[in-house]
């Protein structure tokens, strides 16, 4: 068996966790939540996104949380073409997210252009970010499966990681969109990508949490050597523009199944428990941390 000693979690309670929030959340409760997370041991976090205020309002203080929550962490501040790049560039902002689909038909409706038209824009954009010295991570959607076009062919979505290879990133985040990927499927696609790309990039896998398989998963991403995982405290979260998706995979249980296998995550379940006791009472969909306990 392929058992790490140490796992990285990323958390993205604070963007992809709130982002689908009808409620529109404080934000002064984004900030205390984001600094509690800190305080849990979290060292890598989403903070939030510069994308149309039209299209995701959740986001529309993205300026002042970041101004409030950034410290010398891997802050992630996530941007989906050139007007976000310039917002990040009018920030202290250091760790960049760009956002892509291997499905098209998601990528329009996440975005509204192709896929193809994405990379074209992000290409000159990440050399840009690159020479400026900036960390990149790439996001890439619909891995596994797309809501309107159904199974992806891991074959594409192992050319689209390549290409962003190719551009420089320094991340990919590889992820089920929907929640419909099984172990098989995971240990599979991220053996693969373990395989052509692990020595020039690091590797993460994110799970959204449909299904209930998203642990399974992370267990068999283990055995492919992946050692990066996206999770939201208290399993918050979803894509507005997927629809029947649910939360990200939790931080607590991630972090609960991985130390009980004797593998170090740094964070305190005591700690998870403060920050979603902090954010629970602006979620219209009660979130819980039953097992948020050391
Ligand atoms: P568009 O309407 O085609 O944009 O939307 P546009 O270029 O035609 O501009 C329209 C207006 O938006 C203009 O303002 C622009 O200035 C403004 P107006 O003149 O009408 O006042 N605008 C912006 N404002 C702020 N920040 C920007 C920006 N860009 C344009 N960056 C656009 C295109 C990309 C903007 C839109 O589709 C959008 O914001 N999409 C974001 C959707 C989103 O946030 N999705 C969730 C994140 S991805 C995700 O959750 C998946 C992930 O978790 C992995 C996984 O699980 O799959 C990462
Ligand atoms: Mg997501």
Not at 100 to 117: A, C, D, L, Q, R
Request: proline letters at 5%; a negative charge.
């Amino acid at each position: 068996m392929n058992i790490p000693e140490e796992v990285t979690i990323i958390e993205v309670g604070p963007r992809d966790g709130l982002q689908n929030e009808k409620n529109q959340v404080p934000t002064e409760a984004k900030v205390a939540f984001i600094k509690a997370l800190k305080n849990a041991g979290i060292k890598e976090m989403e903070l939030t996104s510069f994308v149309s205020p039209k299209w995701v309002p959740q986001m529309s203080d993205a300026k002042d949380v970041i101004e409030a929550g950034l410290d010398s962490d891997r802050n992630f501040v996530l941007a989906p073409n050139r007007k976000g790049i310039d917002r990040i560039y009018d920030t202290d902002v250091k760790h960049v997210a760009v956002f892509v689909g291997v499905s098209s038909s998601f990528n329009k409706k996440n975005i509204n252009k192709t896929t193809e038209e994405s990379m074209n824009e992000l290409q000159p954009i990440i050399k840009e970010l690159k020479e400026k010295g900036y960390f990149v991570r790439a996001c890439i959607s619909t891995s596994f499966y797309c809501p309107y076009e159904g199974k992806i062919d891991p074959v594409d979505t192992v050319a689209l990681c390549s290409q962003f290879v190719e551009f420089g990133v320094d991340e990919l985040s590889v992820a089920d969109t929907v929640g419909m990927a099984n172990p098989l499927e995971s240990y599979e696609l991220f053996d693969r990508l373990h395989n052509n790309l692990g020595d020039k990039v690091l590797l993460t896998g994110h799970f959204h949490d449909t299904r209930g398989m998203a642990l399974a998963n992370i267990y068999a991403c283990l055995q492919a050597g992946i050692t990066r995982f996206d999770s939201s405290s208290g399993g918050l979260g979803g894509c507005p523009f997927s629809p029947g998706a649910t939360g990200n995979v939790a931080t607590e249980d991630v972090v609960f199944m991985l130390e009980q296998m004797g593998i170090r995550t740094g964070i305190s379940l005591t700690g998870i428990a403060e920050a979603v006791d902090i954010i629970n009472p602006h979620i219209s969909r009660p979130i819980g941390t039953e097992s948020s306990h050391d």
